[in-house]
């Protein structure tokens, strides 16, 4: 007897937050798979990426939400990307073609990645197709009109979820500078565009594509404040 056939694997970026900054492929394929994932916090089973997905499927395909913690904890994180893998290829093994959704794009600074890792150890076997999404930095970029990159211009991408000491090692050598992630050592970051002289040059844009979307263009406002998790800088390093 021939062994019934693994559905697709569609991994799906949803772009920041805004419903329309979706692309074509993405909405096709969401209104064609059977089964669709979204990852949401252990504390939590709000998903910004489903309710931005929401209008491109329909109301009967089912959403299964994954859990994922909050935390740095190595062991912890692998055993939960493990789990959820296998959560995803048991439901693939249906037969059925699934997608999992996530804000941004999959392959920057997202979930998604280490999740597919983990399926190409289990499952080898499974067919995988990633598509792109508009970047929450791409978004803030076009947001305050501000271009990321110039002619010969250099971009740096940063993660800020450790403070600053990233941007003070690579800042001076680049043009432009993205930072994400900064919610947690904001005023350490802080810190550091002012050892830098860069505190006039640099843009925060809160949960861009949300709709508490929000601009600070001089950040000296917010610079002993707590800032959300979809707090980002655009640095122009000049």
Known sequence: MM?????KFFG??????????ISLKAVRILGSVHTIFAASSTKNSHSIAMRT?????????????????????????????????ATIIKELEKGKDVAFITLGD?????????????????????????????????????LID?????GEESLLILSGAKGGEHLRRLGTQVDNIVMLKTYRHFQDIYSVLEEMNL?????CIRSCGQPDEKIISD????????????????????
């Not at 329909?58 to 789990?83: A, G, H, N, Y």
């Not at 505190?199 to 843009?203: A, D, F, N, Q, R």
């Open 3 to 7: 062994k019934q056939k693994t559905g």
């Open 12 to 21: 799906i970026g949803v772009g920041p937050g805004d419903s329309e900054l």
């Open 53 to 85: 997905a929401r209008p491109h499927f329909p109301e009967t395909t089912p959403v299964i939400r994954l859990s994922f913690p909050m935390t740095r904890d190595r062991k912890i994180l692998e055993e939960c990307w493990r789990q959820n893998a």
């Open 106 to 142: 999959p392959l920057t600074y997202s979930t998604y990645g280490y999740v597919v890792r983990e399926m190409k150890k289990i499952a080898s076997h499974v067919e995988i197709q990633t598509i792109p999404g508009i970047a929450s930095y791409q978004a803030a970029a076009a």
């Open 146 to 150: 501000v271009p990321l990159a110039e």
């Open 199 to 203: 505190v006039e040059s640099t843009v």
């Open 219 to 238: 950040i000296r406002e917010i610079a002993d404040r707590k800032q959300n998790y979809f707090t980002l800088l655009i640095i122009k390093n000049k």
